[in-house]
């Protein structure tokens, strides 16, 4: 490999150039093995942010940064399927979407990440269920999704590595903010597990990173021209995060939900209206005929859920006695409106930080997650709510001041009026 100048690379980019291909892969190398500073690397970032990178820069750092590790190989008799998705509250869809496509004929390694921000992380979720490995060794791993169909793990340091040093390094220096960035950060990860088709879930509204539907349309539009530009058919659903997805935010209430959808005994209409649009849009990418909704109703993704939790050291009876094993706060509060009427909007970001500040996500990345608390029954647009009648949402505290000071936020967080306000449909664009 030619050996380039940091500094002058950088400047380059400063400048408005162009980089190379193999620019791009000597720079991505140099972030790996760190041979690149710390401070290049920030400078390289603040670079990109501020000017940008074509088309062909950023297929050709996405495949750089996949390069940087490990890349997964799959011998398997079924194509290789994932999702993604940017992040909301109450976001408990890869829980119900996996098992059901396992079920539909496709294998679903899925590498998941922890709660950013506000926004829970399916691995806090998962880490909920006793027993539940979500580091298991590669060869579990893949003994997992060979059983079971589909298997829900962290990401390991042998999958693009460059990918782990330059987040960390974005997020010190205020480089986070970057399509360019943020799609080769996605797409790298998912690459390196050797995908034969990804489709996104880009959250739109108030509890999403995007608030905004045409910053979530170019993200959606970019990460399938790049990932098209590295051999990975992509497909993106936007989808509505202006109310709480489904009817919990936490992370045991949130599996106990998903366990409650798989077995028949809820039935929330826009939870199920993306996972299933979800479903619809990764099978036909690779020309599967299977019908998610029967996969669901059948029973057949409640039995890949079951053998997932179980191959990888969970309770081999968690669908029928999930009470028995996931956690349960110990103070339960109803947070009341202050006045009676409808839901007129939520501010679901403030709905995140109150399960944050009940301690079920993080301040900081060193923080533990208390499991076991978090919301359930809340409020949706269009309903009435009121000191007498139904409450915004129970609280699950580990104390009574917590319990307190989260009913409090989630009263500041919903607007409550008199008339039902035009409300988003859960899936507001495809885009393929």
Known sequence: MTTFLAQEVIRRKRDGAALSAEEI??????????????????????????????????????????????????????????????????DKVSLLLAPIVAACGGAV??????????????????DAIPGYDTAPSRERFAATVREAGCAIIGQTGDLAPADKRLYAVRDATGTVESIPLIVASILSKKLAAGLDALVMDVKVGSGAFLPELDQARELAQTIIEV??????????????????????????????????HLT?????????????????????????DGDPRAALESGAAA???????????GPADLLERPDDHLPVAPVTVEAQAERPGVVAGIDVRAVGLAVIDLG???????DAIDHAVGLTEVAAPGERVGPQGRPLAIVHARDEDS?????????????????????????LEVVV
């Open 303 to 313: 039995e890949a859920f079951a053998r997932m939790v179980a191959a990888l050291g």
């Open 227 to 260: 990932a098209a530009g590295n051999g990975l058919p992509t497909a993106a659903l936007l989808t509505d995060m202006d109310r709480v997805l489904g009817r919990t935010a936490g992370n045991a209430v949130e599996v106990r939900e998903s366990i409650d």
């Open 109 to 126: 390694p899925m590498i998941s990440g922890r709660g950013l921000g506000h926004t829970g992380g399916t691995l806090d979720k998962l």
């Open 25 to 90: 892969e000597w720079l991505v190398t140099g972030i790996t093995d760190g041979s690149v500073s710390d401070a290049q690397v920030g400078a390289l970032a603040m670079a990109i942010v501020i000017k940008g990178m074509s088309a062909d820069e950023r297929v050709a750092l996405t495949g750089a940064m996949t390069r940087s590790g490990e890349v997964l190989q799959w011998d398997l008799d079924r194509p290789v399927l994932d999702k993604h998705s940017t992040g909301g509250v109450g």
């Open 403 to 427: 319990a307190a000071r989260a009913a409090a936020a989630l009263s500041a967080a919903f607007r409550v009026g008199d008339r039902v306000l035009d409300e988003n449909p859960a899936v």
């Open 264 to 288: 028949g005994a809820a039935s929330d209409p826009r939870l199920l209206e993306v996972t299933l649009g979800l479903c619809e849009q990764l099978l036909r990418l690779k020309g599967l």
């Open 360 to 366: 079920g996500g993080r301040r900081r990345e060193d």
